[in-house]
Structures are given as C-alpha cells and as structure tokens.
C-alpha cells in the first residue's frame, strides 16, 4: 500500500505541491532560479499558469507542472520537485521537454520559433552517483566535446543530498531545507518564513487536501483494477484446465460463470497453445 503524506503541519518545501506554492512569490522563483543559474541575468518572470497541466489528447499521458515559468528572452523554465527516484527521471525529463515544445510552436511556424528553455528537477537523492549538487545536462558532440548542438535546451538535477561542486551558499541553503537539515543563509531563512506563510493559507490547505483526495482514489482504483484483471485471469486459465482435462461445457459454465463464446475463445487459445507446444520453433 503507498503511504501519503497527510499532515499538511508538517509538509516542508521538498512537498511538491508547498514547493509550487512557494514558487508562486515571484521574487523568490527568480532568485531560486538565479541561484541555480548564476551564468544568467534572469530580470523578470511571468507566471502563463499556475501549475500548468497539458495534456496532448486523449491517449496521451499528460503531467501537470510544478512551476512553469517564461523569463527574460521567453525563456521557458520549467521546475519540479522530485523526491521519489522513479528509475526514469532522465526519460522524463525528455517527456516534459518534449509537450512543453508542441505548447511553444504553432503549426506552420519555423522551429526558430522555439523558445529556450531549462527542465530543472530537485531531488534529495543523488541519481548519478556522483555526489555532486548539481548535474547540467546538453547535447555535445560525442566525437568532438567542443561542438555543441545549440538546440536550446538544459535539463539540470539538483541533488540535496551531495557535497562536490562549487555552488553558492543561497543554493545550498535551498538544498539543505530540500533535505531536511537547518539552514542559516538569509535565503534559506526567506524559503522557511515563505513555507509557513504557505501552510496558513486556508485555501490552499483545502486545494491540497483535495488534490490528496483525488489521487488516493485512483490510486485504489488502479490497484481495483489489477486486482480484477488478475483474478479474471486466474478465471481463464481454471476455464483452460478444465478444457483441457474435458470437462462438459454446461459443467464449466456453471462453475465459473462464464459463457459459451468465453469458453470458445479459451478453446481456441488452448489449441494454439498445444501447436505452438508441438510444433517448436
């Protein structure tokens, strides 16, 4: 069973949905995002929306962003917290870069139209191995290191839990409070006070608990689902033996609730079994 974090007193900054909240200050998601980006004169920031949700189609997976922001230039940053190592954090950074580019260009448009932009994912793991705080990811030419592909997109993970790397003492305040650990910098100190200002805001507090509520029950509805798709499995293959040790069909009907094209289809699934079986390739 997945355990969800319910007390909404004691969700810090490394909460996705209090980290999206906080970020919501534009001045302290711009100076977060000069911290992670000292090389940048980031000036200004617009907010398009707030945890920005896009979903393609119907059969596309769609995601909701934490803190989907545009700077200086239509620089697009995109930021997430990401405290749980998925296995595939890599390949989803490719998926988020992948929709937020369909979102920036209309059809007919030239791919210069493509704004630059940045995937910044915050862990308090290190992914890599490494033990370095910060791991900045573009396309080099794998036969020559100085060509760079210049497509426009950064993809950086932050890791709370490193310690190799130079990186300034407001990023790192950032990240021990990511982590858990006290922090003392004047930044770190301006994320604490933002984060209880956040946890006094009644609205809030309810969108949270609404949200809680919502993915708990796809979550059981998913696990309803695995659970009847594994016991209507289990029913065919009892339906299966009894086919094959010939049972009467009105005799397997009966005990296992199933009808004539039902049992059809499992003979026939049988009989392809026994050829392939037989007939090895």
């Known amino acids: 069973m997945i355990k969800m974090k319910t007390d909404w007193n004691s969700l810090g900054i ?10 919501t200050d534009p001045a302290l998601c711009m100076e977060l995002l000069q911290k992670i980006l000292p090389e940048l004169n980031i000036s200004s920031i617009q907010y398009p929306e707030l945890q920005k949700s896009i979903r393609l189609d119907k059969d596309a997976r769609s995601i909701r962003l934490d803190v989907y922001v545009i700077g200086d230039n239509s620089t697009v940053y995109n930021i997430e917290m990401q405290t749980i190592d998925t296995k595939e954090l890599p390949k989803r950074t490719r998926y988020y870069q992948s929709i937020i580019d369909l979102q920036l260009i209309d059809k007919g448009e030239t791919y210069t139209k493509l704004n630059n932009s940045y995937i910044i994912f915050i862990c308090p793991f290190d992914l890599f191995g490494k033990n370095r705080h910060i791991y900045t990811f573009e396309y080099i030419c794998k036969e ?10 950064t993809r950086i993970f932050l890791n709370a839990d490193g310690n190799t790397g130079n990186i300034s003492e407001g990023l790192k305040a950032f990240l021990d409070l990511v982590a858990g650990r006290p922090v003392s910098d004047p930044f770190g100190k301006k994320l604490e006070d933002a984060v209880k200002e956040a946890k006094k805001n009644r609205e809030w507090r309810h969108e949270y608990m609404t949200l809680l509520m919502r993915d708990m ?8 689902k695995g659970i009847e798709q594994g016991m209507e499995q289990e029913r065919r293959k009892i339906i299966m033996k009894m086919l094959s040790q010939e049972f009467p069909v009105e005799q397997i009907m009966a005990v296992c609730d199933a009808s004539r094209d039902e049992i059809e289809v499992c003979r026939k699934n049988l009989s392809s079994f026994s050829e392939l079986n037989q007939n090895p390739l």
Do not use: C, P
Not at 217 to 224: F, P, R, V
């Open 144 to 153: 020559d290191n100085y060509i760079h592909l210049q497509d426009g997109t």
């Open 217 to 224: 029950e796809n979550i059981e509805k998913g696990m309803e």
């Open 14 to 23: 490394s909460n996705d949905f209090i980290f999206g909240k906080v970020m």
